[in-house]
């Protein structure tokens, strides 16, 4: 499961996903720690977190990490704790092949499709009936499933055949 750190959601994960892994997205993060950078430290502070994502070596997004943790440390120590409790939640892609890390460190694709359900919906306007509401909306999503199933596939059966790998 992707999504921000909004402890409700990840108590109902928990729950009701028993077993599941948990990725925090990496938007919602950065979001989260130039909150606690000054505004003229924020560019920086953007530009190095965001190579962690660019570094295909495991202990290499590590050691980035950790090099990021102590680059703020001396010069914006209020966000040194949001680097340290959120690392290991971050960076919980490194557990899946690295096929899969593009799609399985933010909620770009569920962000996508909100935002296409809300501009559909905004033509209409005003519903007549909730199950108008609920065609629509629901013809999207079968839309958006055709899309992944036949067309561009988010997850290829091969990568996911690394995935089995992994679990095993």
């Known amino acids: 499961m992707i999504s921000d750190a909004h402890a409700g959601l990840k108590k109902a994960i928990a729950r009701c996903c028993q077993g599941t892994s948990w990725q925090r997205c990496r938007v919602h993060f950065l979001r989260n720690l130039l909150s606690h950078v000054p ?3 924020q560019d920086m502070v953007a530009a190095a977190m965001k190579a962690v994502f660019v570094i295909q070596a495991p202990d290499q997004v590590r050691a980035h990490w950790q090099r990021v943790t102590e680059m703020l440390r001396k010069q914006f120590p209020t966000a040194v704790p949001v680097m340290e409790a959120a690392r290991d939640d971050v960076l919980a892609f490194l557990d899946f092949p690295q096929e899969h890390w593009r799609k399985v460190w933010s909620t770009n694709p569920l962000e996508r499709l909100n935002k296409e359900i809300k501009r559909r919906t905004a033509v ?3 519903f007549p009936t909730r199950d108008s509401v609920i065609r629509l909306v ?7 499933d055709d899309e992944w199933q036949d067309g561009r596939r988010y997850f290829r059966p091969e990568t996911m055949a690394l995935m089995d790998a992994v679990t095993e």
């Open 138 to 144: 629901g013809m999207i999503l079968a839309e958006q």
């Open 39 to 41: 505004k003229a430290g």
């Open 124 to 126: 209409v306007g005003i």
